[in-house]
């Protein structure tokens, strides 16, 4: 079946640190790979997409690359900010004749002190 | 941007009640969904559409039903609530391969 692992949080970092979230996966044919944000009291939001192998999703100073040899789409970032404390999900999407859906893992809190 | 939605950010209902969530995207998405968030279970899929009146159950179908009368439109609706269906519920849009689109999200309270 498919799947998406994530690592457990709450991740705890200082300001101006550097971030990775770990993020493995288990599909069936190609998938498309992504990052989506929540934000307290908010819905999800696209963070970075990655469509096939080697490809690097980036926006906002974060940045994931699609690794088909580790089945993997870890998250980055150089130097976070206070701002970036959310709930970030990884997910990937399996497409049947053209359909897309999204299968998403646990999520990963993210807190940022000053 | 596309803009889904809900009509209710927090609703408390009572054991038994029939409840609907109502949600509404304009930008003339074909697919539509609703799912259910819960702490360490992260999203998972309720129901979803494809077109107007189409539905298919996603992985978590039992003690839910949805209609979709019109294209922008898609209710989730609880027959009889039951206090284990207190959760975030999360509607999203989409169009083929373009990613979704979610909702602010209704936070369901059943007592």
């Known amino acids: 079946g498919n799947s998406v692992t994530q690592m457990e949080g709450p991740v705890t970092l200082s300001e101006e640190a550097f971030l990775t979230i770990n993020c493995t996966y288990t599909?069936?044919?190609?998938?498309?790979l992504f990052w989506y944000v929540q934000y307290p009291g908010e819905g999800l939001q696209l963070l970075l997409k990655?469509?096939?192998?080697?490809d690097k999703g980036s926006n906002k100073g974060f940045e994931a690359t699609y690794r088909k040899e580790t089945t993997s789409f870890h998250l980055e970032k150089g130097s976070v900010q206070v701002s970036d404390s959310a709930v970030y999900f990884c997910?990937?999407?399996?497409?049947?004749?053209?359909?897309?859906?999204?299968?998403f893992g646990t999520g990963t809190r993210l807190l940022v002190s000053p | 941007d596309v803009k889904v939605t809900q009509s209710s950010r927090y609703l408390v209902k009572r054991t038994g009640e029939k409840v609907f969530l109502e949600c509404v995207q304009d930008?003339?998405?074909?697919?539509m969904f609703w799912y259910r968030q819960d702490p360490g279970l992260g999203l998972r899929l309720i129901y979803f559409?494809?077109?107007?009146?189409?539905?298919e159950k996603g992985d978590i179908p039992e003690g839910y039903s949805v209609s979709r009368e019109k294209k922008e439109r898609f209710s989730l609706i609880l027959e009889s609530a039951s206090t284990n269906q207190t959760s975030m519920y999360l509607c999203?849009?989409?169009?083929?391969?373009?990613?979704?689109?979610f909702g602010s999200g209704t936070r369901l309270t059943v007592v």
């Open positions: 999203a849009s989409s169009w083929q391969g373009y990613g979704y689109t």
């Open positions: 599909a069936t044919g190609y998938p498309s």
């Open positions: 990655a469509t096939k192998a080697d």
């Open positions: 997910a990937l999407s399996v497409s049947n004749t053209g359909f897309q859906k999204l299968v």
């Open positions: 930008m003339d998405h074909e697919n």
């Open positions: 559409s494809y077109d107007v009146k189409m539905k």
